[in-house]
């Protein structure tokens, strides 16, 4: 009888065992998915910004504070203007 309990007593403790290691590999596991879908919201939401910055609707250079081409010219009119008076 006292081989059977212990024998029991075996049983159960590498069923909680297997069952602590089970909960283990589930937490790594859910701990890698959470880690991984935060990487890609992460990436998503930079080529989001980057492409708020760069593109408008039209796939066009947006300026933001950096003045191309025209604005360049009439900005410095503009300030010449102001400076000369």
Do not use: P
Request: proline share 0%; aromatic share 10%.
């Amino acid at each position: 009888m006292k081989i059977f309990l212990e024998h029991i007593a075996v049983d159960l403790f590498n069923i909680t065992t297997w069952k602590k290691c089970a909960d283990g590999i589930l937490t790594v596991n859910l701990f890698f998915v959470f880690v991984k879908l935060e990487a890609e919201q992460t990436l998503e939401r930079k080529k989001r910004k980057y492409n708020m910055r760069t593109n408008d609707k039209r796939g066009e250079m947006k300026n933001r504070g950096v003045n191309t081409g025209d604005a360049t010219r009439w900005d410095a009119q503009f300030n010449s203007s102001h400076l000369i008076k």
